[in-house]
């Protein structure tokens, strides 16, 4: 039997503004998997990690965390998900370090044991010699680094990720791949990661849903030659048979 899902999302619909955002849209991550999320700007990819955040409320259909509707998730089961969204966790008076230490502590952990996490975060994400640094002054890149290493540095079981690579460069990249597989592999983490990048989630992800006008249109195989083409085919084929060919 497979495992349950650790974070599922089941048909379900929003609109915003009076605009359809998701149709209908089913996806679950799985224990030790990464799940990602690739589609065009606006297909509506922070929108649907708004709802299993429970940031937003879907108008139908039920996210689900651990099991549980979102809407009834407690402090337990919310202290062990991590994420970022749109824009990192960093706030700009805090040093580096402080920001990661609040993140931690944000998340139920000790001060001793926020303290020595939110070293290790650091150290990983390659931010020691910015740790004292204010996060406001800190590059594009290196704020991303701060938001991931606040993502990460309590070990969570679940990971919703919006364009994580977003500002770093290849080395930072190589290294968040590594640590969320390491995540996957060591305790079982859940990892949804939206990207634009296909190359780079072929590399880390076991599925790829590609997300298109709101509504799930197909998925992609990991390693597969010429990602690209083959997301633009699902994206064309898709716009085809809802509009018609152009006339």
């Known amino acids: 039997m497979a495992p349950a899902a650790a974070i599922q999302a089941e048909r379900v619909s929003k609109a915003l503004g009076g605009l359809p955002v998701l149709d209908d849209v089913s996806l679950d991550v799985g224990p030790s998997e990464?799940?990602?999320?690739?589609?065009?700007?606006?297909a509506g990819k922070t929108t649907l990690m708004r709802i299993l955040l429970?940031?937003?409320?879907?108008?139908?259909?039920s996210p689900r965390l651990a099991g549980l509707p979102v809407s009834g998730a407690g402090t337990?089961?919310?202290?062990?998900v991590g994420q970022m969204?749109?824009?990192?966790?960093?706030?700009?008076?805090?040093?580096?370090r402080e920001n990661v230490y609040c993140s931690a502590r944000l998340h139920g952990m000790s001060k001793d044991g926020a303290g020595s996490a939110a070293a290790r975060a650091l150290s990983d994400l390659g931010l020691e010699q910015y740790a004292d640094q204010r996060?406001?002054?800190?590059?594009?890149?290196?704020?991303?680094?701060?938001?991931?290493?606040a993502a990460l540095v309590h070990g969570p079981d679940v990971l919703v990720l919006d364009?994580?690579?977003?500002?770093?460069?290849?080395?930072?990249?190589?290294?968040?791949?590594?640590?969320?597989?390491?995540?996957c592999r060591d305790r079982g983490a859940a990892v949804l990661v939206s990207s634009h990048h296909l190359d780079e989630v072929s590399r880390m992800?076991?599925?790829?849903?590609?997300?298109?006008?709101?509504?799930?249109?197909?998925?992609?195989?990991?390693?597969?030659?010429?990602?690209?083409?083959?997301?633009?085919?699902?994206?064309?084929?898709?716009?085809?048979?809802?509009?018609?060919?152009e006339q």
């Open 163 to 183: 364009e994580p690579t977003n500002g770093l460069d290849p080395r930072g990249v190589i290294v968040l791949r590594r640590l969320l597989q390491e995540a």
């Open 205 to 245: 992800a076991s599925r790829i849903s590609v997300l298109h006008r709101g509504r799930i249109i197909g998925t992609l195989q990991s390693g597969a030659v010429d990602l690209e083409r083959r997301f633009f085919d699902l994206v064309l084929q898709s716009d085809l048979n809802e509009h018609g060919p």
């Open 76 to 80: 337990q089961e919310w202290s062990r």
């Open 54 to 61: 429970g940031m937003l409320k879907p108008d139908q259909g």
């Open 135 to 149: 996060a406001g002054t800190l590059s594009l890149g290196n704020r991303q680094r701060v938001g991931l290493a």
């Open 85 to 96: 969204l749109e824009t990192p966790f960093a706030y700009p008076e805090l040093t580096a």
């Open 34 to 42: 990464i799940h990602a999320l690739v589609g065009l700007n606006g």
